[in-house]
């Protein structure tokens, strides 16, 4: 899913993570969001409902696919 914020036209990477098998806390997550660096895929946003079974993960998104398709191609 690639939501895109109409303002800019920047496009964005949403992670869907079923909550029952997120490994990560919160505070792990909310540390990730203030991560700056050209290495690092930023995250922008987190969408967590606690009625929704799933969290939600917007990020930057990038080109080429994934990263197992990246790894496939070497």
């Known amino acids: 899913m690639i939501p895109a914020d109409n303002d800019d036209d920047v496009y964005y990477a ?6 029952n098998k ?3 806390s919160m505070a792990e997550l909310e540390a990730l969001k ?14 967590d409902d606690p ?8 990020m930057d998104q990038i080109e080429g696919g994934t990263i197992e398709d990246q790894i496939l191609k070497t």
């Open 14 to 19: 949403m992670k869907i993570i079923k909550r």
């Open 22 to 24: 997120i490994s990560s």
């Open 34 to 47: 203030k991560l700056q660096h050209d290495n690092i895929i930023c995250l922008h946003e987190i969408i």
């Open 51 to 58: 009625s929704d079974p799933n969290m939600y993960l917007v």
